[in-house]
């Protein structure tokens, strides 16, 4: 999974602006969405990796982690609610965009763009 990068002075979340394919050395920059799965901390992205792979089955993810059910029911509760809160995040982010697009400050490509890169990469 490609983990968060947050910037070592102020702790935000730190964004692509240049895209490179190592096979042809081709680079495209520009400003680039980041999937809400990749701003999950890296934690939070290793137990929803686990997760996934225990069949989504707490049971089956509480014994690959050795901790107690109700331990591992609460960590997923509370990824639930970071997960929640990102989705909140971007569809505010996405009415900004929006309201750009109307006042002819960005493109409407542009827009549906970015909206489709933060919510899936």
Known sequence: MCHMIQCATCQSVMHARELACES???????????PRLAR????????????VLAGGSLKALSGDLSSSYPTVRKRVDALIKRLAALRRSDEQQNDRWLRA????????????????????G
């Open 24 to 34: 042809c050395d081709i680079s495209v920059a520009g400003e680039f969405g980041t």
């Open 101 to 120: 697009v109307e006042k002819g400050e960005m493109s409407p490509e542009k827009a549906a763009r970015l909206m489709r890169e933060s919510a899936h």
């Open 40 to 51: 999950l901390d890296a934690e939070d992205q290793e137990l929803l990796e686990r997760f």
